[in-house]
């Protein structure tokens, strides 16, 4: 938190959702929510063994 210098309670709410949000992203990435059908088949990075 230190790094989005919040001043007031709004930017520190702002900052905090904006964490939360990367988090959630991070977790859909690793669980490859957006990895289409079309790139699993095709051989691509998340193809399975």
């Not at 930017?11 to 992203?25: D, F, G």
């Not at 991070?26 to 289409?36: A, D, K, M, N, P």
Request: charged share 20%; with cysteine; glycine share 8%.
């Amino acid at each position: 938190m230190d790094t989005y210098n919040c001043r007031t309670s709004d930017e520190y709410t702002h900052a905090l959702r904006e964490i939360l949000q990367e988090v959630a992203l991070l977790g859909l990435w690793r669980s490859r929510f957006f990895v289409s059908k079309g790139d699993t088949q095709s051989g691509g990075p998340y193809s399975p063994a």
